[in-house]
């Protein structure tokens, strides 16, 4: 199995994410295998994601992730011009808790 993974920083902080990721709760998100958020020192927020394929982060992306983002922006008067670019990262393996080890094939 081939990893599409990517980085990204976005200018928002972890009140906003926090709002966002409680539109998400638990939906499904097919091909999802890590999803990383991290906060910067300046204190903006940072993703990781690792999924099976492009297309399934980008069907999960645009199904699940933009109906949550997009009305907790509006109502913050927030309107980006697009989304903060992903950028493309090798992952070599990715390694559990529990001793399981995914790696790319």
């Not at 539109?23 to 903006?44: A, C, F, N, W, Y």
Request: proline share 11%; glycine share 6%.
């Amino acid at each position: 199995m081939a990893f599409y993974a990517w980085t990204q920083n976005v200018p928002i902080t972890a009140e906003i994410y926090d709002e966002i990721d409680a539109r998400i709760g638990t939906t499904p998100m097919p091909g999802l295998i890590v999803h990383l958020t991290i906060e910067h020192p300046d204190k903006s927020i940072g993703y990781l994601d690792v999924w099976e394929s492009q297309e399934a982060c980008d069907k999960a992306v645009d199904a699940v992730v933009h109906p949550a983002v997009h009305p907790v922006l509006a109502a913050r008067g927030i309107h980006p011009p697009g989304e903060p670019p992903r950028m493309p990262t090798t992952v070599l393996d990715v390694r559990f808790g529990d001793g399981t080890t995914v790696r790319p094939t």
